[in-house]
């Protein structure tokens, strides 16, 4: 029988699981720490979210959820810190994780998980000290985003490849949520293959579900007989929201006529790099001629989320990359087809042809031209939808998590003397044990 964690130190610098994604830093990121920390809570296995302050008000100790207790470290201003700004504060942070460490018997913890590349720089050293395995999720790949770059973003600092270079070449287990990345992680980044997991994310049947679409309508606003596309996500270059105005102003071009039914949701806000695009968006709209059709619908929370879904005809997910698309994979399990860039994660999220359309390149009459194929056989889609979703769970992530973690902790066993680092250390120069 394997030994179990009891406890998992969840390192999640840059962004807060309590806080609502779809703006700023906050996406699915966030979502996954919520959905594998609770069903890990349920397992029996307690989880300390660690994540930076980045207000007054936020208690120092949150229990998000019985068995998960959300830390607010304090790193740095609480506020005006741009992500960019945080690897000068990943010291502080640390130190912070420490010293909660510190407060208990050696063997708190059993796990560290970090959660993007700052955590992972954070994780690394926890691991040293604590002498536990450092499970490592990149989420997002500096290399590989810079090298899909949409105009108007700015490409990520050198200091970030560096920084994930080196969490790459020190974590037990590199967790990717496709065997894509996995394979992105190896080629670009030598990582070692038998360390690097592919375990996909998950998504809440419960929550995202086939609904009545009439009630949905109404509840969201929307006529019965409307066209109704869908752009889920924070609004920055990245997800290229601009593309489905584009893509709707080709097809009002083709057929005036769904000028009268046509209607464009774009839900989110603004994040990062992305603080101009919905002014740019607004005068995008001005100059297509579309502005009668789009409406811009701020960040929502899950229920309402899953009626714009239902709501909707098709979503859009036109980004220039992806590691994953969680709104592709909720719009699915809400019973909506997909139309998605031909990119990363999304290419695993949507089966083409089956559950949506995948679409190569980046021309507006090829989004145009699939939302057509997909509005013409939308019913046979939107079971296919159903059943690509229903393959995602996020107890199945969690079960293979729960693997990596006890075979991490199993090898760290088999491998490594038995006394931790910082002891040998101390040992070596004649102090005194903790
Ligand atoms: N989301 C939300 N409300 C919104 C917009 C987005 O809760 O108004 C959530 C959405 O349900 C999804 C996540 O944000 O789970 C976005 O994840 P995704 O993987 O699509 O993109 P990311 O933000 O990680 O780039």
Same mark, same amino acid.
């Given at each position: 029988?394997?030994?179990?964690?009891?406890r /998992?130190?969840?390192?999640?610098?840059h962004?807060?699981?309590l806080?609502?994604p779809g703006a700023g830093d906050?996406?699915?990121?966030?979502?996954?720490v919520?959905e594998?920390?609770r069903?890990?809570?349920a397992?029996g296995?307690?989880?300390d979210?660690f994540?930076?302050?980045?207000?007054?008000?936020?208690?120092?100790v949150?229990?998000m959820a019985?068995g998960?207790t959300v830390r607010? /470290?304090s790193?740095?201003?609480f506020?005006?810190?741009g992500?960019?700004?945080l690897?000068a504060?990943m010291?502080?942070?640390?130190?912070?994780v420490?010293?909660e460490e510190?407060?208990?018997?050696?063997?708190?913890?059993?796990?560290?998980?970090?959660?993007y590349?700052?955590s992972?720089q954070v994780?690394?050293l926890?691991r040293?000290?604590?002498g536990?395995p450092?499970v490592?999720?990149?989420h997002?790949?500096?290399?590989v985003?810079?090298?899909a770059l949409?105009?108007g973003?700015?490409?990520?600092?050198?200091?970030?490849?560096?920084?994930?270079?080196?969490?790459?070449?020190?974590?037990d287990r590199?967790?990717?949520?496709?065997a894509?990345?996995a394979?992105?992680l190896?080629?670009?980044?030598?990582?070692?293959?038998?360390?690097t997991?592919?375990?996909?994310?998950g998504?809440?049947?419960q929550?995202?579900?086939?609904?009545?679409r009439q009630?949905?309508?109404?509840r969201?606003?929307v006529p019965?007989?409307a066209?109704?596309?869908l752009?889920?996500?924070r609004i920055q270059?990245?997800?290229a929201p601009?593309?489905l105005?584009?893509?709707?102003?080709r097809m009002?071009?083709?057929?005036?006529s769904?000028?009268a039914?046509l209607q464009?949701?774009?839900?989110?806000?603004p994040?990062g790099?992305?603080?101009?695009?919905?002014?740019?968006l607004q005068e995008?709209a001005v100059s297509l001629?579309v502005?009668?059709?789009v409406?811009?619908?701020?960040?929502?929370?899950?229920e309402?989320?899953?009626?714009h879904?239902?709501a909707?005809?098709?979503? /859009?997910v036109?980004?220039h990359?992806?590691s994953?698309g969680?709104?592709?994979l909720?719009?699915q399990a809400?019973?909506?087809p997909?139309?998605?860039?031909?990119?990363g994660g999304?290419?695993t999220?949507?089966d083409?042809?089956v559950?949506g359309?995948?679409?190569?390149?980046?021309d507006p009459?090829g989004?145009a031209?699939?939302?057509?194929?997909v509005l013409?056989?939308?019913?046979l889609?939107?079971?296919?939808a159903?059943r690509h979703?229903?393959?995602?769970?996020?107890d199945?992530t969690?079960d293979?998590?729960?693997?990596?973690?006890?075979?991490?902790?199993?090898?760290?066993?088999?491998?490594?003397p038995a006394?931790r680092?910082a002891?040998?250390?101390?040992s070596?120069?004649?102090?005194?044990?903790?």
């Amino acid at each position: 029988m394997p030994v179990l964690p009891r406890r /998992v130190a969840t390192l999640s610098v840059h962004t807060s699981p309590l806080e609502q994604p779809g703006a700023g830093d906050a996406g699915g990121m966030n979502v996954y720490v919520v959905e594998v920390s609770r069903r890990l809570a349920a397992r029996g296995i307690a989880v300390d979210v660690f994540t930076r302050a980045t207000s007054s008000e936020q208690p120092p100790v949150v229990e998000m959820a019985p068995g998960v207790t959300v830390r607010h /470290v304090s790193a740095g201003p609480f506020e005006g810190l741009g992500k960019n700004e945080l690897p000068a504060q990943m010291c502080a942070f640390t130190a912070a994780v420490l010293r909660e460490e510190a407060q208990h018997d050696p063997g708190h913890f059993d796990v560290v998980h970090s959660h993007y590349w700052l955590s992972g720089q954070v994780g690394w050293l926890a691991r040293d000290r604590w002498g536990v395995p450092l499970v490592h999720s990149a989420h997002t790949l500096a290399k590989v985003k810079n090298a899909a770059l949409a105009e108007g973003d700015d490409p990520e600092p050198r200091a970030r490849v560096i920084g994930e270079e080196q969490v790459v070449a020190e974590a037990d287990r590199l967790v990717a949520n496709t065997a894509e990345e996995a394979r992105q992680l190896v080629d670009f980044y030598d990582a070692d293959p038998r360390r690097t997991l592919v375990i996909p994310p998950g998504v809440d049947l419960q929550r995202f579900r086939p609904g009545d679409r009439q009630r949905a309508r109404q509840r969201v606003g929307v006529p019965a007989d409307a066209v109704v596309l869908l752009f889920v996500g924070r609004i920055q270059p990245l997800k290229a929201p601009d593309m489905l105005l584009q893509a709707a102003a080709r097809m009002l071009a083709d057929d005036p006529s769904l000028r009268a039914r046509l209607q464009v949701l774009v839900v989110g806000a603004p994040s990062g790099s992305g603080l101009a695009e919905p002014q740019r968006l607004q005068e995008l709209a001005v100059s297509l001629g579309v502005t009668d059709v789009v409406r811009f619908i701020p960040p929502q929370a899950p229920e309402q989320l899953a009626d714009h879904y239902r709501a909707a005809d098709v979503a /859009v997910v036109p980004s220039h990359n992806e590691s994953f698309g969680l709104v592709a994979l909720e719009a699915q399990a809400c019973g909506t087809p997909v139309v998605a860039a031909a990119v990363g994660g999304l290419c695993t999220a949507v089966d083409d042809g089956v559950s949506g359309l995948l679409v190569a390149g980046r021309d507006p009459e090829g989004y145009a031209s699939a939302i057509r194929r997909v509005l013409a056989r939308r019913e046979l889609l939107a079971a296919g939808a159903r059943r690509h979703a229903a393959a995602f769970s996020w107890d199945r992530t969690t079960d293979s998590l729960v693997g990596a973690y006890a075979a991490a902790m199993a090898e760290l066993r088999d491998t490594r003397p038995a006394i931790r680092p910082a002891e040998r250390f101390r040992s070596a120069v004649g102090l005194r044990a903790r």
